[in-house]
């Protein structure tokens, strides 16, 4: 325990401390008198940063509506707590802004809310109530890196293969190193809708993914999980997490639809934050959850997420009527937007978002509404706070939203759904009915939109609809990267994402930064298998710059492919481009294809060629040089700014530099799971099946030499799991970057690297490209073609293509 002086300083600081978090000071006494017992008086955890716990457990408190315990003598500690309380001078409040950001769960919780401080933070003495918690609830967001089953696949075994000093050895033997031949192979998936509306996102903003909120019977929303699984949104995207209950009717505490209701109570006790152990909480088999999560854009886009899980099949289950529903939200907006007005609610701000929608509609004109649209208290409540901005309602963010109106388009969205996991359905409060109706501003009169608009929302039990199951999904919960970095911290660099056509969000898939063995894909990297004649043993440091080229050069001729500034050479990769320019001259064909034989239908085809490539060999582990050799140049990473983005001409996703790239430069490499042939097949008849689609690269340079076994046969298959280069687009024959197969750890060519060089000068913000080697006649590929709009004035399927571009 700290002593007593120590104490009376830590008790003075605190209550400036929750000033500041504009925290007044009698909410602070009751909480810091708690929490002064559950840390057995460990002040030092109450006051780390900057006092989190305390102002955590406040926040929860006030929320909770937790009763005050009930007073006693005060002890020493207590009387010292009202003493400094007495002498503070209470600062006008700083909105409290409680955003539970993705990065924010991981930081310690309060005690409160029976979770475990960091194990930074760990009292001597536990706080009691933190026997509920599972460390499972309070891990944060870390996404999953782990083999799971997509697209049907059954993705039972995934090991790792490093491209630098990991070991996977299998017993078997390599086969030799042959002649390089390749083609190259990307199948189609369903090419994304084209923008319907206009939009403007500033980069690096998002919009909440309408359209990822798939109607399917394949929920996966585990009881406690799913939010947790959302994405870092920064701001303009204020995500309030679920939390307790905030209803002020306690029956929403331990019961929403409980009490009131006469049906049995429904514990609302199993919030992320963490079960507080509550008297009245019922055996877990009889526990659901009821969340509430409140996103806005500045779009003007206000998502509103209900969900419950658990006990929905049980008889004795009970919705929270509309009423506990709206008020909800408007507790969520409150606490949120720190809205003090008494009068709020959240009909009367949409019905004030209605006024603006009639406002602008008479002034019409876009000059008009540079004064800004005139908005009700509700919204000026909002404008007032710090919030301005982020909900989007009120200040001048609101222009844009309403100066779309003149397009027919408002950017509003209100939606409100109860998402269950394990009902047959769904009851929402209909997502797009405020969207709709706004959309169809220019017909409404203005004696009834308003009154159109509220009553959509206004509690009223005919206005809940039965639509089908209306589930996050386990894709739907990957889709949600993080808009800094879709890398997940896997890369050197970070990878932004931007949509600024549409409100998607980017495809869900796991961020990989290396290879992966699927099941059945022979790859023998072991040391053993590199002979002294395709390693350089006693090299030391760069080996570029040594003036006798190593024994990793034979592979290119006895001449490094790199420069001493990492690019590559001009010679080699003006070899590389005529290969792609001209690959009729460069086609081998093998006498037993391992593409024909997975084909598996009945007779064998001919084999259909393999485009014959030079490859590049890099030092590795086993050499004697640094791993900053300039022989090592992909195994470095990815080293230059890069950025997906929403393509404009149709393509769906595509990657993009953020900074000029020289010539010669590498960009990255495609990596994805490694499948044998057989096993991408037999993905490609079940994506079929499901809708889904493989985005395959065949590792075919060595096929035309020798007899591939089938488990030697490879592709890469970076649908589900990849790096950036799965977004990169097709673009025929004038592509800025070409592919180079790149050996590092395996001397047999039938496992490599695939990656990507410039082959010239790009500029900041074009968009990366490569040739897919599509023969857009041919049908009979194993993937679906798609309708190619990469625009190049020697685009081999001009038909879909936009020469414009
Ligand atoms: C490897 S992915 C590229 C990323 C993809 N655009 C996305 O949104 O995820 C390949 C798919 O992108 C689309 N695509 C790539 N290049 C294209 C092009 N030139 N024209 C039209 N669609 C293209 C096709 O649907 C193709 O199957």
Request: include cysteine.
């Amino acid at each position: 325990m700290a002593p007593k002086q120590e104490l009376k300083k830590l008790v003075t600081e605190a209550y400036p401390a929750m000033a500041n978090l504009g925290i007044d000071a009698k909410k602070v006494k009751p909480v810091l008198k708690k929490l002064v017992k559950l840390y057995d008086k460990n002040w030092e955890l109450i006051a780390e940063e900057n006092y989190r716990a305390l102002a955590d457990a406040i926040f929860e408190t006030e929320e909770d509506k937790v009763p005050e315990p009930k007073r006693k003598s005060p002890t020493v500690d207590e009387e010292e707590t009202e003493g400094e309380e007495a002498q503070l001078h209470v600062e006008p409040a700083q909105p409290l802004k409680r955003l539970r950001l993705k990065g924010q769960e991981s930081q310690p919780l309060h005690p409160l809310n029976n979770s475990a401080p960091s194990s930074s933070s760990t009292p001597s003495k536990k706080p009691k109530l933190n026997e509920n918690a599972s460390p499972k609830e309070f891990s944060g967001l870390k996404p999953q890196n782990k083999a799971v089953s997509f697209g049907g696949n059954a993705r039972t075994e995934v090991r790792s293969l490093p491209s630098g000093d990991g070991i996977v050895d299998q017993g078997k033997q390599p086969a030799s190193t042959q002649v390089a031949h390749r083609r190259r192979l990307v199948s189609e998936r369903a090419p994304p809708s084209i923008p319907s509306k206009e939009a403007t996102v500033e980069a690096g903003k998002v919009l909440l993914p309408n359209n990822q909120m798939h109607c399917t019977n394949t929920l996966i929303v585990p009881k406690d999980e799913p939010i947790d699984e959302l994405p870092d949104y920064e701001v303009p995207i204020a995500v309030i997490a679920p939390e307790r209950s905030s209803v002020k009717d306690s029956s929403m505490k331990n019961g929403i639809a409980g009490k009131n209701m006469g049906h049995a109570p429904m514990t609302s006790s199993q919030y992320r934050d963490g079960g507080v152990e509550d008297e009245n909480v019922l055996p877990s088999s009889n526990k659901a959850t009821f969340n509430v999560e409140l996103a806005s854009s500045t779009l003007g886009e206000v998502k509103l997420f209900l969900s419950c899980s658990s006990a929905l099949q049980r008889p004795n289950f009970c919705m929270p009527s509309c009423d506990q529903l709206v008020e909800m939200v408007g507790e969520k907006c409150r606490h949120l937007y720190k809205i003090s007005d008494p009068n709020f609610s959240v009909p009367k701000l949409l019905r004030d978002i209605c006024d603006c929608v009639l406002e602008f509609k008479k002034t019409g004109s876009n000059e008009d509404l540079q004064e800004g649209p005139k908005i009700g208290s509700s919204v000026d409540v909002l404008k007032e706070s710090d919030a301005e901005g982020t909900l989007n309602v009120g200040g001048n963010k609101d222009l844009d939203m309403f100066a779309n109106s003149s397009n027919g388009i408002i950017n509003v969205k209100s939606s409100a759904s109860l998402i269950s996991p394990q009902s047959p359905f769904s009851l929402s409060l209909d997502d797009d009915v405020l969207a709709s109706k706004m959309d169809r501003t220019n017909d409404f009169s203005e004696s009834n939109v308003g009154k159109e608009l509220v009553d959509s929302i206004t509690p009223n039990p005919s206005s809940l609809v039965v639509v089908p199951q209306h589930q996050l999904t386990a894709d739907d919960i990957r889709s949600f990267h993080d808009v800094n970095d879709l890398t997940k911290g896997e890369e050197r660099v970070q990878i932004s994402w931007v949509n600024e056509t549409t409100n998607d969000f980017p495809p869900s898939f796991n961020y990989i930064p290396q290879n992966l063995v699927f099941r059945d894909a022979y790859v023998n990297i072991s040391l053993s298998c590199i002979g002294s004649e395709d390693c350089c043993s006693t090299c030391m440091g760069n080996c570029v710059l040594s003036s006798t080229p190593c024994a990793c050069a034979n592979k290119t001729g006895g001449k490094f492919a790199y420069t001493a500034q990492g690019l590559l050479k001009e010679e080699f990769l003006e070899e590389c481009m005529v290969i792609g320019r001209n690959p009729q001259q460069y086609i081998i064909y093998c006498k037993d294809c391992p593409l024909e034989r997975s084909k598996n239908d009945g007779y064998l085809e001919p084999c259909k060629g393999h485009l014959k490539r030079k490859f590049i060999k890099e030092c590795w582990s086993k050499c004697g040089c640094g791993k900053q050799c300039g022989n090592r140049i992909i195994q470095q990473g990815i080293k230059y700014n890069l950025q997906v983005f929403f393509t404009s001409e149709g393509k769906g996703w595509g990657l993009r530099t953020l900074e000029e790239l020289p010539k010669g430069a590498f960009v990255c490499e495609f990596v994805g799971e490694i499948l044998t042939i057989k096993e991408l097949c037999d993905r490609n008849m079940k994506c079929t099946k499901n809708g889904k689609f493989t985005y395959p690269v065949l590792l075919d340079a060595d096929w035309g030499s020798k007899f591939v076994k089938d488990e030697e046969a490879l592709c890469l298959d970076a649908a589900s799991f990849g790096n950036s280069a799965r977004f990169i687009n097709h673009r025929c024959c004038d592509a800025n970057l070409v592919e180079i197969p790149v050996e590092v750890e395996v001397p047999d060519s039938h496992y490599y690297h695939f990656a990507f060089f410039t082959s010239r000068k790009i500029a900041a913000l074009e968009e990366l490209t490569w040739d897919y080697g599509i023969d857009f006649h041919d049908h009979d590929h194993p993937f679906k073609l798609f309708q190619c709009r990469c625009g190049s004035k020697f685009c081999r399927n001009m038909k879909g293509s936009n020469r414009s571009i």
